[in-house]
Structures are given as structure tokens and as C-alpha cells.
């Protein structure tokens, strides 16, 4: 990913946590306050969480980075510092969603990508850096190979995935079998995978179609991950940012605590 683009994501990724102007306010004086200092790691950051909320340390640790405040020593350099506060502070709040389309063939519409949604969700999982959750509760092969390239490559990023589905547990299911390659070639990656499963015979039915980024963005929408859905059916979803993330990024963790789905399979990040 090219710079402006690490940059600009970086950005925004601050600019959606915190509160205007006071915290904006507060963030900067915090961080020219530090100016000289040496910034180790996400962990010498623990204090903006105040400001940015659980978790903020590691946006806050991932822009300076991109942004290049910190010197090779590790220490915050004031130029860099102001640009990268300028461009937070000048940067516009989430204001809207995008949709994200799948058409079936003989419907066309002008400015409408009719594989919008499959070319939209390729792109999200691409960009992910650090952790990846994807939810539906239908996979079959097509849908997952339609994703696959993208998956391994966050999972050959390091990234830590998470898929939740329906029925994974039953050997010789449609989604146990459409896992089999995914799980085959992701050992030996540094990245973790984990497939958590709620049974059919629940009674309550897993039903959400989400995929989150890193707590920074997320697509909701009605495509599972089949072929169909991703291909032919009519579907529809929207990206979102980083508050929504967050908020889903919450239910699912709270989901896998208390037991709501349960761990199919893990495969474990290669040793160094």
C-alpha cells in the first residue's frame, strides 16, 4: 500500500475515535508534550485510550508510524508530529456509508459495479493489518475461493482471521468442506486462524454477514460467502467506519465469550 494511502487511512482511523475539539485538543497537547521523548512501542501509548477508547494506542502507534514522527532511535520528531495533528484535525468525520452491489446478469445500472460487493470485500481484506473477522452463516467453496488469495495474504501479513459460520463442526458439511483447502494452505503462515462455529440445531440462528478490519472499517450487508451471493443473487451492503467496527468488533468478541459459537479449528502462527 503506498503511503499517502497508509497515511490518509492512518488518519482517519484517529480522527473517527476522538471527540471534537476538546479531545483533538487534548491528544495534540499530550504528543508535543512527548517531543524529543522515545516512543518504544504501541505500549508507551496506553494513555490516549482515554481519548481514542480501548484499543487507541495501536492506530495512534500505527500513524505516528506511517507518518514518520519517530526518528530510527524511536524518538517523536516535532515536524512530522504537526502534520500528522493538522491532518487529524482537519480531516472530516465519517458522514456516510458506501453500498456495495451484487447484480445479477441482465440487470445493469449506470455507476454501479455489479460485482461491487466481491471487489469491495477482496479490497477490505486487503488492507488489513493487524486482526480480520469475517461472520456468515453459509460458505461453500465458490464463495470462499472467491476470497481465498486475499485471506492467505492477510494470514501471510500476520494478521490474526477469525471466521465465524454455521455448522463447520460437522465433518463432511458444505462449510467444513469449503474450509479444507483455506485451512490446508495457511499452515506455515505467520498469521492466526480460527473457525468458531454455531451448531444448525441452535436455537438461535447465526445470521449476520460482517467483515471487520482492524476495528478501523467494516461491510454489513446480506452476501454469505457463496458463490451466489457473491456472484449472481441480488445483494446488498455497506462499508462502514470505525465506530461501527468497533461496536461489532464488541458483540463478536462477546459472542465466542460466552459461548454462543464454539472453536472449530485453530492453525497457529509458524515459529520463527
Same mark, same amino acid.
Not at 520528531?77 to 447484480?103: D, F, I, N, S, Y
Given at each position: ?33 512527548? @517531543? ?29 508510524? =506511517? ?41 445493469? @445500472? =449506470? ?101 471487520? @478490519? ?25 462499508? @462502514? ?32
Amino acid at each position: 500500500m503506498e503511503g499517502g494511502t497508509c497515511r490518509v487511512m492512518a488518519t482517519t482511523a484517529i480522527s473517527s475515535r476522538i471527540q471534537r475539539p476538546e479531545g483533538a485538543q487534548r491528544l495534540g497537547q499530550a504528543l508535543w508534550m512527548m @517531543v524529543s521523548e522515545r516512543i518504544g512501542s504501541h505500549e508507551d501509548l496506553l494513555w490516549a485510550n482515554s481519548l481514542l477508547g480501548t484499543g487507541g494506542e495501536r492506530p495512534l502507534w500505527q500513524a505516528l508510524s =506511517d507518518w514518520r514522527c519517530l526518528s530510527v532511535e524511536g524518538q517523536l520528531l516535532a515536524r512530522p508530529l504537526a502534520a500528522l495533528l493538522c491532518a487529524v484535525w482537519e480531516a472530516a468525520p465519517e458522514t456516510g456509508v458506501r453500498l456495495l452491489w451484487t447484480l445479477p446478469e441482465g440487470l445493469q @445500472v =449506470d455507476g454501479i459495479d455489479p460485482t461491487g460487493y466481491a471487489n469491495g470485500v477482496r479490497a477490505l481484506i486487503g488492507g488489513s493489518r493487524e486482526r480480520l473477522i469475517l461472520v456468515a452463516p453459509y460458505l461453500e467453496g465458490q464463495g470462499i475461493g472467491q476470497l481465498q488469495d486475499e485471506l492467505l495474504g492477510a494470514l501471510a501479513r500476520g494478521v490474526s482471521v477469525v471466521l465465524i459460520t454455521q455448522d463447520a463442526n460437522s465433518l463432511g458439511s458444505c462449510a467444513s468442506a469449503s474450509l479444507e483447502s483455506l485451512r490446508r494452505e495457511a499452515r506455515g503462515l505467520p498469521g492466526r486462524l480460527l473457525v468458531y462455529s454455531g451448531p444448525v440445531t441452535a436455537p438461535v440462528l447465526l445470521h449476520s454477514k460482517l467483515i471487520v @478490519v482492524d476495528g478501523v472499517s467494516a461491510a454489513i450487508g446480506s452476501a454469505n460467502l457463496t458463490g451466489n451471493a457473491l456472484l449472481r443473487n441480488l445483494e446488498t451492503g455497506v462499508i @462502514v467506519g470505525a465506530q461501527q467496527a468497533l461496536e461489532i468488533e464488541r458483540v463478536v468478541r462477546a459472542a465466542i465469550k460466552l459461548g454462543h459459537v464454539h472453536l472449530v479449528f485453530s492453525i497457529e502462527p509458524s515459529p520463527l
